[in-house]
């Protein structure tokens, strides 16, 4: 069976500067993606960013970037330029088979 | 384009009382997820439906809940008989196929209370 771990329950940061969140993952799939999604107050599930486990490249959306290692099934999400905005639940997610599997998430926030 | 709905956003239940969750995709997406979310947890696969199929129901458990999405109209999560344990936020998903993947795109959630 698929595990997905956040370890870290919460992390902060202040405006501006740079954030890394933590994700290792557990499997026997080969083809597989995987995804951060944010959850803010409201929550709604935000798709962040999405990566190919086929892919040496890691993904880029704007300030969002990961850092994919798949020997080591390790995912982490490094946000630049933190904003207020940013303030949110994070959670890691692997995708097989159609179906998510999720982590714990960590909160996230950001210090003005 | 608008997202993905559900309906209703808070639903109130006494125990032993039935509870149904609606969900409509976004438009042209013909694949649907349910999940399920604990406090302090993270989403848990209940179900993936197709039209007219459960592709996969591993997620749900073995009584009192269903789930269907017919041809026409929006997909049904059904909770016979509540009790407390089934308080949660539960969350439908729709998706198309891009690339390879099934890139799923969340609904706002309905927020169950069992009293």
């Known amino acids: 069976a698929q595990t997905v771990t956040q370890s870290q329950p919460e992390m902060s940061v202040q405006e501006a500067e740079t954030v890394t969140l933590s994700c290792t993952y557990d499997?026997?799939?080969?083809?597989?993606?995987l995804f951060w999604y944010k959850q803010p107050p409201s929550r709604q599930m935000i798709l962040v960013i999405r990566?190919?486990?086929?892919?040496?490249q890691n993904a880029t959306e704007n300030r969002f970037s990961v850092n994919f290692q798949k020997a080591a099934k390790s995912f982490s999400l490094k946000i630049s330029d933190s904003q207020l905005g940013d303030a949110a639940m994070y959670f890691c997610a692997y995708e097989a088979n159609s179906k998510l599997t999720f982590g714990k998430g960590i909160t996230l926030s950001v210090r003005p | 384009n608008a997202g993905v709905m559900q309906n209703p956003r808070h639903l109130v239940r006494r125990r032993g009382q039935e509870a149904r969750l609606r969900c409509s995709p976004m438009k042209g997406h013909s694949h649907v997820y349910w999940y399920r979310q604990l406090p302090e947890e993270g989403l848990k696969f209940m179900v993936y439906l197709q039209k007219e199929n459960i592709i996969d129901e591993s997620g749900m458990p073995k009584e009192r809940f269903s789930a269907e999405f017919p041809k026409e109209g929006p997909s049904i999560l059904r909770i016979q008989q509540v009790v407390r344990g089934d308080s949660a936020a539960y969350f439908c998903a729709s998706s198309l196929e891009r690339d390879g993947a099934y890139e799923q795109y969340f609904g706002p959630g309905t927020r169950l209370t069992v009293t």
């Open positions: 990566q190919e486990a086929y892919k040496q």
């Open positions: 499997t026997s799939e080969s083809d597989y993606y």
